[in-house]
């Protein structure tokens, strides 16, 4: 079935770092990918997605580009802040469902 | 309120009893996701309701959980003789429209602890 697998955390950088978080997919067809942002106390929130092959997502920095030749959705951010500090789910969507990976969890320190 | 809103927001109980967690979706969104975060674990699908279609319900994990929904709005997932491992953080979540590139809004979920 589908799946999403995302690099284990926490991740720990220091402000204006860069960011890389890691998200691989098997899926059958062409789904669309997504990365949600969990900020503390809040739900679960949209922060970019691609919906084919070599399209890029971008949002508030971040970007992700949809390969399919690796079938990967890497999450990147040139320049961290605190305020990112987060957890990162990467899903794919196929149908009517959304298949979320576990999250990776993200803490920025100044 | 403009966004999916879930009661309680905590709920603790004990083992064996029966629980009830509410959503109130987005007025006019006629999709409805429930899904639950365990510790350390993604986001576990459960069911998903689509207008007046018949709920796909294959995500529920034993046939203690329910969901319904009522006026194609307001949605409740009950859970039945409460054990230690339902323990998690249900969340809610709603769409406007049937494509697979629609963003889900989600509440802030239900935090259950089952003791």
């Known amino acids: 079935g589908d799946s999403v697998t995302q690099m284990e955390g926490p991740v720990t950088l220091s402000e204006e770092a860069f960011l890389t978080i890691n998200c691989t997919y098997t899926a059958t067809g062409y789904p669309s990918l997504f990365w949600y942002v969990q900020y503390p106390g809040e739900g679960l929130q949209l922060l970019l997605k691609a919906t084919k092959a070599d399209d890029k997502g971008s949002n508030k920095g971040f970007e992700a580009t949809y390969r399919k030749e690796t079938t990967s959705f890497h999450l990147e951010k040139g320049s961290v802040q605190v305020s990112d500090s987060a957890v990162y789910f990467c899903?794919?969507?196929?149908?009517?469902?959304?298949?979320f990976g576990a999250g990776t969890i993200l803490r920025v320190k100044s | 309120g403009a966004g999916v809103s879930q009661s309680p927001s905590n709920k603790v109980t004990e083992k064996g009893k029966d629980v009830e967690l509410r959503c109130d979706p987005i007025?006019?969104?006629?999709?409805l996701y429930w899904y639950r975060q365990s510790l350390g674990q993604g986001l576990e699908f459960l069911i998903y309701?689509?207008?007046?279609?018949?709920?796909?319900k294959s995500g529920l994990p034993s046939d203690r959980f329910s969901a319904e929904r009522t006026g194609g709005s307001v949605s409740t997932l009950t859970i039945q003789r409460t054990q230690q491992e339902d323990s998690a953080v249900y969340l809610c979540?709603?769409?406007?429209?049937?494509?697979?590139?629609?963003?889900?809004?989600f509440g802030e979920g239900s935090r259950l602890t089952v003791l």
């Open positions: 007025s006019g969104h006629t999709a």
């Open positions: 899903a794919l969507g196929r149908g009517n469902k959304l298949v």
């Open positions: 979540a709603s769409r406007p429209d049937r494509t697979n590139t629609g963003e889900l809004f």
């Open positions: 309701f689509q207008g007046n279609s018949a709920p796909d």
